[in-house]
């Protein structure tokens, strides 16, 4: 009972702040992990701007990537987050493709650094998230394609065409999502430049309520003034840490290599 107190209390010191990073990173795993631990509403970037694509368009996102194309739908992403997307005060954001593209989403960031959002981008080796994405639920829905499952998201047309390509040509989904991942390096440099803090996970696959609790000792760290009454509470979250790190034999770097914009 001490710590869902304390919890409560951290909860009420911290700022908005919004989880980014590639597919399969477990952005919205963690988010989910994060609202549930300090009882924090969870808003779901891609959905609500499903939703408003619908009630202005009535279409859905996919149907504009697949008749126009990506770009044109990240243009009209931009124009929703700018003009129709709504910061709610004390919230988790899980962004989901936002930001992959530089056609002006600075404006974006700005809008979030106007709001005092702190958005923290985690990245992991491809591997890692490979798994992860093969890992997923073949009921699961996109929710900006609404396609269901794994392949049909990793072979939609005008998306992950790489992927695609691999498979048209007989390679694997792995290559793919490689081939796709060495192309993007350059737009994941983007976000690292804008976005206020990065979590290394290091290729580790780290549990999804350690990588919450990280991001939680990322944003308390760097906002409160002092963190002193939570000092117990982090020093339990570290020994955790480190036995999850010395099980699968890797050297936890996380939090020392986490850097600040």
């Excluded at 202005?56 to 504009?64: A, T």
């Excluded at 939570?230 to 979250?237: E, G, I, Q, T």
């Excluded at 099980?247 to 996380?254: D, E, F, W």
Aim: hydrophobic share 35%; charged share 30%; net charge neutral.
């Amino acid at each position: 009972m001490k710590n869902v107190s304390l919890l409560n209390e951290l909860n009420n010191e911290l700022p908005t702040f919004g989880v980014l990073g590639v597919p399969g990173t477990g952005k919205t795993t963690v988010s989910k992990k994060i609202g549930e631990m300090l009882s924090r509403e969870v808003i779901g970037v891609d959905a609500t701007l499903k939703q408003k694509t619908f009630e202005n368009k009535g279409i859905m996102p996919k149907d504009i990537i697949n008749n126009e194309g990506e770009l044109e739908w990240r243009k009209y992403e931009k124009e929703l987050l700018m003009n129709q997307f709504d910061i709610k005060e004390k919230s988790v954001l899980d962004f989901g493709g936002f930001g992959s593209y530089d056609i002006g989403y600075k404006e974006v960031f700005d809008k979030l650094k106007d709001n005092k959002v702190q958005t923290v981008f985690l990245n992991n080796d491809i591997n890692i998230s490979i798994k992860h994405l093969k890992g997923f639920d073949a009921e699961a829905v996109n929710p900006i394609t609404g396609e269901k499952g794994y392949e049909n998201w990793a072979r939609r047309s005008g998306y992950v065409k790489d992927a695609k390509k691999a498979v048209e040509e007989g390679k694997t989904l792995e290559e793919g999502w490689l081939a796709r991942h060495m192309g993007t390096l350059k737009r994941i440099d983007f976000i690292y430049s804008k976005a206020n803090y990065t979590l290394d996970l290091n290729g580790i696959d780290w549990s999804v309520d350690s990588i919450a609790k990280k991001v939680i000792m990322m944003i308390a760290i760097n906002n409160l003034a002092t963190t002193e009454k939570y000092n117990k509470l982090f020093a339990d979250w570290k020994k955790d840490f480190d036995k999850e790190v010395k099980s699968q034999n890797v050297v936890n770097t996380l939090i020392e290599n986490s850097k600040q914009k």
